[in-house]
C-alpha cells in the first residue's frame, strides 16, 4: 500500500456507500430493481429502465469480459505523468452483462490487452479506508 495515494479517492453517498462498503469486503455487488431485474451502475435512485426506485444488492462473481480500452498517453492530471501510459477499460460482467464498468487492468503490459479479453476483479486497497476496484486477466 502506497504510503500516499496521489490518485483520486472515493467520497461515498448515500446511494454509492453500499458499493463502496462492499469493495472494503472485497465483494461485489450492484444494485439490481426488483420490479424489473436490471441492473445498474453506478448506484443510482432510480431504475433506467422503468423508473422504480425498489432496487436489492445483487453479489456478483467479478468475472467479466474486456468490452473496450484505452491506453493514456497524455494524463488529465499533470501528477499521473509518471505513470503514463496506462489503460482505462470498459468490463462487461458475466453476472449483469448490461453493465458496462469503467477501471483499470493490472498485472498486463498493455499491448496485451484485446476486446473479449477475460478478466475477473482484483481489490486494491489503496489507504486504509479506500479499496478500489480493478482488472486482471484470468
Ligand atoms: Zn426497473
Known sequence: MPDKYKYLLP???FETKEWWGALRWYELVFQRCTRCQTFRH????T??????????????????????????WQPVL??????????????????????????????????????NMPLVAVFDDV?????ILRWQPR
Not at 453506478?42 to 435512485?45: E, I, R
Not at 460482467?93 to 487492468?105: F, M, S
Open 11 to 13: 467520497l461515498p453517498d
Open 42 to 45: 453506478p448506484p443510482q435512485g
Open 47 to 72: 431504475c433506467p429502465r422503468c423508473y422504480s426506485e425498489d432496487h436489492e444488492w445483487i453479489k456478483v462473481s467479478g468475472r467479466g469480459i474486456l468490452y473496450s480500452y484505452i491506453t493514456v
Open 78 to 115: 499533470p501528477q499521473w505523468r509518471g505513470d503514463v501510459p496506462y489503460n482505462i477499460v470498459q468490463v462487461t460482467l458475466e453476472d449483469a452483462p448490461n453493465i458496462k464498468i469503467i477501471g483499470n487492468v493490472i498485472g498486463v503490459d498493455n499491448s496485451r490487452l484485446t476486446i
Open 127 to 131: 489507504t486504509q479506508e479506500d479499496t
